[in-house]
């Protein structure tokens, strides 16, 4: 991979960071292709027993991600409609990807988030950003418009910010996206911002795997139907389901007993002293 990094730590957390840089993490078709290649193969990790239990997402240098490369850009303005749309399906695949990866997703974000970054900040489940982050969803100024990143955008703005950015582009700040629901938190500085994404991986990290991962499919379910018999009935299978599991067990066993469940780190540290 030339465009993207892809690390895994010792507690099976990701860091997926965006390297170009000096154009500001500008994506363009192979980015695209590096970044779904990187969450394919957490995916495929986490089918087996060694599973990743976050992932961070991130740009290197002054900018998460300043949007759609430019010669990229130009390139796709000389291809006719069909191979538009092959193009443009391979950036609904990324955001589809990253929105439905069955981990935990933490977007930092600095300097600039612009077009289909907003996209990707939006697609994770948690974003921290700087003050000096900004956002903007500029694609009207140039005559198109933020189509495949507009699902996962209005949701996480709702639908009344949405319609100002999308139709403004106006450039809005950390405070704002965080007003608008797109950010979670915002701090003064990276370091700071660095520590609260520490401070969420160390949560992360020691949550029953299983059970992270069936409460993020749980609000993407819940979100999207309709509150009736029906939706009661499958949030009672689901509760049922995650106890009867192994990992559901082991955690109630725990609390009961009063100790620490054997999918935390204390109590990975106690087994390997043991073993010792």
Same mark, same amino acid.
């Given at each position: 991979?030339?465009? =993207? ?41 986490? !089918? ?7 992932? =961070? ?73 700087? !003050? ?86 749980? =609000? ?13 009935? !499958? ?11 192994? !990992? ?29």
């Amino acid at each position: 991979m030339n465009y =993207v990094s892809l690390t895994i730590d010792a507690r099976n957390v990701a860091t997926l960071t965006m390297a170009r840089p000096d154009v500001h993490n500008a994506f363009d078709d192979t980015m695209i292709a590096e970044l779904r290649a990187a969450l394919a193969q957490l995916r495929a990790q986490n !089918e087996g027993q060694d599973k990743i239990r976050a992932l =961070v997402l991130r740009g290197e240098g002054k900018s998460f991600s300043a949007g759609a490369d430019l010669n990229w850009m130009r390139g796709m303005a000389q291809k006719n409609y069909q191979e538009n749309v092959a193009d443009a399906a391979e950036l609904g695949a990324l955001m589809w990807e990253l929105d439905q990866l069955p981990i935990p997703t933490i977007a930092l974000v600095q300097g600039a988030a612009f077009g289909g970054a907003v996209g990707l900040v939006a697609c994770c489940d948690i974003a921290i950003a700087t !003050e000096r982050a900004s956002f903007c969803l500029s694609e009207v100024r140039i005559g198109l418009i933020p189509a495949v990143i507009s699902p996962y955008v209005v949701r996480a703005m709702t639908n009344a910010a949405a319609r100002r950015y999308m139709l403004t582009a106006e450039r809005f700040s950390a405070a704002t996206a965080a007003e608008c629901g797109l950010v979670h938190e915002v701090f003064a500085e990276l370091e700071q911002a660095e520590a609260k994404v520490q401070e969420l991986v160390d949560i992360l990290v020691n949550n029953s795997p299983a059970a992270v991962t069936a409460a993020k499919k749980l =609000v993407q379910h819940v979100s999207n139907a309709p509150l009736n018999e029906e939706l009661v009935a !499958e949030t009672a299978r689901r509760i049922a389901e995650i106890r009867v599991s192994n !990992e559901g067990q082991e955690g109630l066993s725990a609390f009961l007993e009063k100790r620490s469940p054997n999918w935390t780190l204390a109590a990975t540290a106690m087994n390997k002293s043991e073993s010792n």
